[in-house]
């Protein structure tokens, strides 16, 4: 697992899991972009998935929007099949993720939730099975 103030990322059979926190800057996104990438790179090659807990997230700098945005790209060239985003809801912070992670291509799709539980039900039945269907396993 890795663990910083902003983000802790670690993987489960073939979902990366991701709680991320904080007021990001661009060097809180470079940094969570090289860490994905060496998580997700044994990952490559098959198809996976990705679920992401978002609540303690406070947003970041428009300097963080391209970093993402290639690594969406980066993800879905890598056989990214499925991404969850868990938050309550908060228009500032759909506006800003909308602007990053598209919603769906012919082979990928990102949904919302409100309640974990229910992220990790929705991969379960997509074949995105997990050791534990919460974020609190390693991240509490």
Not at 27 to 44: G, N, V
Not at 58 to 66: Q, S
Not at 107 to 114: A, G, L, M, P
Not at 118 to 124: I, Q, T, V, Y
Request: aromatic share 14%; net charge negative; proline share 4%.
């Amino acid at each position: 697992m890795i663990q910083t103030p902003d983000f802790k990322l670690w993987r489960e059979d073939k979902v990366l899991i991701a709680v991320i926190s904080g007021s990001w800057s661009r060097f809180s996104a470079m940094d969570f972009a090289t860490e994905f990438k060496a998580i997700a790179e044994p990952l490559i090659g098959q198809p996976w998935a990705h679920i992401v807990y978002m609540d303690d997230w406070h947003l970041g700098v428009p300097e963080i929007e391209p970093i993402v945005q290639d690594l969406v790209v980066w993800c879905i060239k890598h056989d990214l099949r499925y991404a969850a985003q868990v938050y309550c809801p908060n228009m500032v912070k759909r506006y800003q993720m909308d602007r990053m992670v598209i919603e769906k291509t012919d082979n990928f799709e990102r949904r919302i939730f409100v309640e974990q539980q229910a992220a990790f039900a929705w991969l379960a039945s997509l074949g995105f099975y997990t050791l534990h269907t919460n974020f609190t396993h390693q991240a509490g």
